[in-house]
């Protein structure tokens, strides 16, 4: 058998702004509660309120638009209390929200309903590169958080879905979050990829989970990977985020090179018996893939034989056919 042992906290514990105490003999739980812009609110729960802890859930937001959780355990308390602060978002608008506890004993739940007036400044549209600080004063925009090389906005949208480089060049990945506060996707991981490694220190979330970004680095030559994303929606396939390094070492040919990508098919090449011939097509003729389809081995031919399909055995950049 195991017995458990709790030690109460014995300071007392401090809130921010308004307090709402959901364990008080006067609870009012039809009360609505009006805030000025960047005002807080603090809801407390107490661990002794029953025989075996807290009587009441973690609180809900409904509209993290008006107003938006702070801190989820305010006075960093391990026994005793739990705090949540919440605050009053600065807008251009009125708002309305309700913030929601469930009562443990009975999963009954109790709803406050939280008013936001509009704010005193002015807000006007933030500059490309700039974001609103939602902090005390939400009428600032502040500067997105500093990206490295190429910065690729939305990786699963289906125009951002590709990075393509040399080796040792950066790309950050930046994602923003839907109108919930969540990520549709789950976050890129590289740990376990070939082609490419996370930029250490990159990895990045914006307070108020609006967007979040990470770097990564090509650090091989002629490969290809793909960092796999899984969305939040199960019954939604997951998707790939496809990396292409172009080779460091230039193709060599055997024989006859014919270039097809810009070339004259009108054009008649003529061989002598037994010459080789080289066709040499290239991946960055277009922004995402080869612009001619590779010839099987076991496709027959008039008059030459295809001796190899990935002559100089590429993985990127070029694909040579030795007939």
Not at 176 to 201: G, M, N, R
Not at 291 to 311: A, G, H, Q, R
């Amino acid at each position: 058998m195991t017995f458990e042992f709790t030690a109460f906290a014995t300071r007392d514990p401090e809130a921010e702004g308004t307090l709402i105490a959901l364990d008080a003999a006067d609870i009012d739980f039809s009360q609505a509660y009006a805030l000025e812009a960047s005002e807080s609110l603090t809801i407390r729960m107490v661990e002794t309120a029953t025989d075996s802890g807290y009587a009441w859930s973690d609180p809900v937001v409904e509209d993290t638009d008006c107003v938006v959780l702070m801190n989820s355990n305010l006075g960093d308390f391990n026994t005793l209390y739990k705090q949540f602060w919440f605050q009053a978002r600065d807008s251009t608008d009125n708002c309305a929200s309700t913030i929601t506890v469930t009562r443990l004993a009975d999963s009954v739940d109790e709803t406050f309903s939280v008013s936001v007036r509009r704010g005193s400044c002015e807000v006007t549209a933030c500059a490309d590169g700039e974001i609103r600080n939602l902090d005390l004063d939400s009428c600032v925009c502040e500067s997105l958080q500093t990206a490295s090389g190429t910065v690729i906005d939305s990786i699963a949208s289906p125009d951002t879905d590709m990075f393509r480089s040399d080796k040792g060049e950066i790309f950050t990945i930046r994602e923003w979050a839907t109108s919930l506060d969540t990520f549709e996707w789950s976050a890129p991981d590289a740990t376990s990829l070939s082609c490419i490694t996370e930029v250490a220190d990159s990895a990045f979330v914006d307070q108020w989970n609006r967007y979040r970004q990470v770097a990564f680095e090509t650090t091989t030559d002629d490969c290809r990977t793909s960092i796999i994303l899984t969305n939040v929606d199960t019954t939604i396939a997951d998707k790939n985020f496809n990396v292409v390094v172009w080779p460091i070492r230039e193709p060599e040919s055997q024989g006859t090179l014919q270039i097809l990508d810009g070339y004259d098919l009108s054009v008649t090449i003529n061989l002598e018996p037994e010459e080789f011939i080289t066709f040499r097509i290239d991946e960055r003729a277009t922004d995402s893939d080869f612009y001619w389809f590779t010839p099987s081995m076991s496709m027959n031919f008039e008059c030459v034989d295809l001796i190899n399909n990935n002559f100089g055995d590429f993985t990127t950049g070029y694909s040579q056919w030795l007939f």
